[in-house]
């Protein structure tokens, strides 16, 4: 076989390798040695989508329409659903036509709007730790992702004054998520008025991740980005039915918000993909319209769980923060450990797999991630064995 590996883009060969897949190999490794792994890495929910939306699919599937190529930009009434939503949840109206855009889940568009503005040297300032696919969808455009510290001090929120000018000055888009991954920070509509004001001033494009904004444990629910005032004139936000009704395999997810900003990335789907299957977005639009009580019952699961795993790592004396919303425990390592050792320790000792926290970028070192998509007796388990090789 010709090795092609000295013929890569210049752009993917700058690409670190992609964080869940180095993780891969290590579970690979261990379960060959038989070991019994509690995996707390992937954020991918264990439970299946609801019993209502697997019964929407199964009829969207004999409409021969379904079959064929979808819209570019998503059928209407999906775009309609996905507009209702946001007005039910959020108070915001949306025009489901200029201001919504299908996606085959958030990832895809996350990983396509940086082609849309960016040229070579521009600058994309992205969240750090931070859901990887920021920084590596701006290298793959021919940009320069710019770190934005995520400090505890800070509550995890970006100190926008730290910006140096010349960056700011080749600046065109700034990725935030709140409810955030991986640390498990929430951000109200105060620090979004912020973002705001800086992004008129910066003149970047804000681009929102609210994927986890329905994983949440207080009574307030987590805001979108767009109840700030002017958030509709510098940016959008991109969201997912992955995580709210157990999609993840589905890959459906939509944009909202600034209408040129939708278009121009709507471009560029039309000339890289050719929309989300029919029958997938009938059933996200059962899924948005229809009875949400499975989701409630899915974030009392999840509690449980956070306060299970929790409870034990506090009482192993490791210090974290309970989070208040996503599916994510940011745990700080133990002293004499870093992120990583502590994770192939916790995996040799524990049988342990859990995400170190500099795989999310430089700021994410001293911290591990464990996600909540195990059950509460694994978890406790979890938490007996690390106790163990600690
Ligand atoms: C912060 C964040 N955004 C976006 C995504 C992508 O979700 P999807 O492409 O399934 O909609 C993920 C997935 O883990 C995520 O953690």
Not at 112 to 119: K, R, S
Not at 148 to 157: G, R, S, T
Not at 282 to 303: C, F, H, N, S, W
Request: glycine share 8%; aromatic share 10%.
């Amino acid at each position: 076989m010709t090795d092609f590996s000295d013929r890569l883009s210049h752009n993917l060969a700058k690409l670190p390798p992609y964080l869940f897949a180095r993780i891969d190999e290590l579970k690979v490794d261990a379960l060959a040695k038989g070991v019994d792994l509690i995996d707390v890495t992937v954020g991918d929910p264990d439970k299946p989508a609801f019993p209502s939306i697997v019964r929407s699919m199964k009829q969207a599937l004999a409409v021969p329409e379904n079959h064929q190529y979808p819209s570019y930009v998503g059928k209407l009434s999906f775009r309609e659903a996905v507009a209702q939503w946001y007005e039910s949840r959020f108070g915001i109206t949306l025009d489901p036509k200029s201001e919504v855009l299908t996606l085959i889940g958030s990832k895809e568009g996350i990983g396509h709007i940086p082609f849309a503005f960016l040229d070579p040297g521009d600058v994309t300032l992205v969240p750090d730790p931070g859901y990887p696919v920021y920084a590596a969808a701006t290298i793959m455009a021919g940009g320069d992702p710019y770190s934005l510290p995520l400090e505890k001090k800070n509550n995890f929120l970006p100190d926008f004054d730290r910006i140096p000018p010349e960056v700011l000055k080749k600046a065109k888009l700034l990725f935030l998520n709140y409810p955030n991954n991986p640390t498990s920070a929430t951000a109200d509509v105060g620090f979004f008025e912020q973002v705001v004001d800086f992004a008129r001033r910066a003149g970047v494009v804000v681009c929102h991740d609210n994927a986890y904004s329905e994983t949440f444990f207080e009574a307030t629910p987590p805001p979108s980005f767009l109840e700030a005032v002017g958030a509709r004139e510098v940016g959008v936000e991109f969201h997912s039915l992955s995580k709210i009704y157990n999609m993840t395999g589905w890959r459906l997810g939509f944009v909202v918000g600034n209408a040129s900003v939708i278009s121009a990335l709507g471009r560029i789907k039309t000339n890289i993909d050719s929309g989300a299957f029919g029958a997938i977005q009938d059933a996200g639009i059962a899924a948005l319209t229809g009875d949400q009580k499975p989701v409630e019952k899915m974030r009392r699961l999840y509690k449980r769980r956070r306060n299970a795993l929790c409870k034990g790592l506090r009482r192993l004396g490791l210090k974290l923060t309970r989070p208040k919303a996503t599916f994510y425990v940011w745990c700080e390592v133990p002293k004499g450990y870093t992120s990583e050792t502590f994770c192939v320790h916790l995996l040799e000792k524990a049988g342990v797999l859990c995400t170190p926290g500099n795989g999310f970028g430089d700021s994410g070192e001293g911290y591990v991630r464990f996600a909540l998509t195990v059950d509460v007796p694994r978890l406790e388990e979890a938490v007996e064995r690390i106790g163990a090789a600690l």
